[in-house]
């Protein structure tokens, strides 16, 4: 997939012009008109590429400064799909920031378009989950089901939750490389099983903590992947405090795993029809949503 945009970073350039888009990049912020766009989706022919679009940095914005972030956005969209013949399929990015009028005229002009899929990538500046929520429901209600739609900044389980219970389908997430910096190993599982217990689990373990230093079994003794077979606990608390490097190849071994049989447990459990059930027992679950 290919966006001007990097989806893993926070910040982002704004006061974007009529002409160029404001990249950030490695090496510092690097102006993009739509034409320069289209040269780099036909060079690098991404089965995916994201649209430009007036991006913004934050969730505080006027009524007017949203709505010409969505006219503009609605502009190099046209512009896009005008001077873009390719098989990359493009995906249209919906806007709007706070004011909700502007997110539902944006969502409804995009669907009118001709494009492959729709993309949400300004979750993170909601405030709080029921604004993010509010902002989500505007966005998706008038977009037509049979086309994906693609969320940034939901990564944590609870997140990717509220995000499929919304209608989201893809992620674009760093969340299991995050924990990894941490020393976090994802311990849960989304499997139908007992109900919730009285006492919420931990969604991750720390294997920084002294607990660990002698705990034979490995990160998640139900999980079948490379670090969790003939690993200890313990043997990655070592690593860890040696500042070995091999300590964080081994958690981003298990939580790839662990995130990848998450996603596979929600699909089966939305053709079982279950998922709703399932979720509602997972937030139970678990004590700690990030
Ligand atoms: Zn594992």
């Known amino acids: 997939m290919l966006d001007v945009r990097d989806p893993s970073l926070q910040h982002v350039a704004s006061h974007h012009s009529n002409k160029y888009y404001k990249a950030e990049t490695d090496g510092g912020v690097r102006k993009f008109g739509v034409s320069d766009y289209i040269r780099l989706i036909r060079t690098?022919?991404?089965?995916?590429?994201?649209?430009?679009?007036?991006?913004?940095?934050?969730?505080?914005?006027?009524?007017?400064w949203s709505k010409k972030s969505v006219t503009r956005s609605l502009k190099w969209l046209d512009e896009c799909l005008v001077g873009y013949q390719s098989s990359s399929a493009i995906f249209g990015v919906l806007k709007g920031g706070p004011v909700l009028d502007q997110r539902q005229l944006s969502a409804e002009l995009t669907a009118q378009r001709d494009v492959a899929g729709f993309v949400l990538n300004d979750l993170q500046f909601a405030g709080d989950a029921t604004a993010r929520r509010q902002w989500l429901q505007t966005s998706l209600a008038p977009l037509p089901s049979a086309k994906p739609r693609l969320a940034y900044a939901l990564g944590t389980p609870l997140d990717v939750l509220e995000g499929v219970r919304q209608g989201i389908d893809l992620f674009d997430t760093l969340y299991p490389m995050d924990l990894v910096e941490k020393g976090h190993a994802m311990v849960f599982s989304f499997e139908k099983g007992a109900p919730a217990p009285a006492t919420p689990q931990s969604l991750i373990i720390d294997i920084s903590q002294p607990e660990f230093r002698?705990?034979?079994?490995?990160?998640?003794?139900?999980?079948?992947?490379?670090?969790?077979?003939?690993?200890?606990?313990?043997?990655?608390?070592?690593?860890?405090?040696?500042?070995?490097?091999?300590?964080?190849?081994?958690?981003?071994?298990?939580?790839?795993?662990?995130?990848?049989?998450?996603?596979?447990?929600?699909?089966?459990?939305?053709?079982?029809?279950?998922?709703?059930?399932?979720?509602?027992?997972?937030a139970q679950r678990y004590a700690h949503p990030r």
């Open 44 to 64: 690098i022919q991404p089965e995916i590429a994201v649209a430009l679009a007036d991006d913004l940095n934050t969730g505080d914005i006027s009524e007017a």
């Open 214 to 282: 002698t705990d034979r079994r490995p990160l998640d003794e139900q999980c079948p992947c490379q670090a969790c077979i003939g690993h200890s606990r313990a043997y990655l608390h070592h690593l860890w405090h040696t500042s070995e490097m091999l300590v964080k190849v081994l958690l981003m071994v298990h939580n790839l795993h662990a995130y990848a049989a998450f996603f596979a447990q929600i699909r089966h459990s939305l053709r079982q029809g279950t998922f709703s059930a399932q979720a509602d027992v997972f």
